[in-house]
């Protein structure tokens, strides 16, 4: 009787530890995707001035793009890659999130990573 009632509490801790960790892990993953998403929207502010007023084109300026996606990054605290392509701007951010129930069992954390990406455009632009 003593080892089914160790081994019950046992599957019943591995299933709380599922539950809230795994929820714990789903709102990293959005945080993640979330920063992303507003990192590129911050770099895909930095057009190139120049090239604007020459042409009336839109060009991003890509040193410029990156720092301010990597400012951004820098004040949410999490580490992330920024590129500049052409006229968009792509990052992915990784989150280190901790698990408290299964962290019992060894497993210590998770890293989970989104990736947002966005395009410098003149005006709204409406697809059809």
Do not use: C, K, W
């Not at 539950?19 to 993953?29: E, H, I, N, S, T």
């Not at 120049?50 to 400012?71: K, N, W």
């Not at 992330?80 to 962290?103: A, F, K, M, N, Y």
């Amino acid at each position: 009787m003593t080892t089914f009632v160790v081994g019950f509490a046992a599957a019943i801790l591995l299933v709380a530890g599922l539950v809230f960790d795994g929820g714990y892990v789903l709102a990293a993953r959005r945080r993640a995707l979330n920063e992303a998403e507003a990192a590129a929207r911050v770099g895909a502010d930095a057009l190139g001035v120049d090239a604007y007023r020459s042409s009336g084109g839109i060009a991003l300026d890509a040193g410029p793009a990156v720092s301010a996606a990597q400012g951004y990054l820098a004040q949410t605290g999490h580490r992330g890659t920024v590129r500049v392509l052409g006229d968009r701007v792509v990052v992915e951010v990784s989150v280190d999130q901790p698990l408290q129930i299964l962290g019992v069992a060894g497993i210590g954390s998770m890293t989970v990573s989104g990736t947002g990406e966005a395009r410098a455009v003149r005006g709204v632009e409406v697809e059809r």
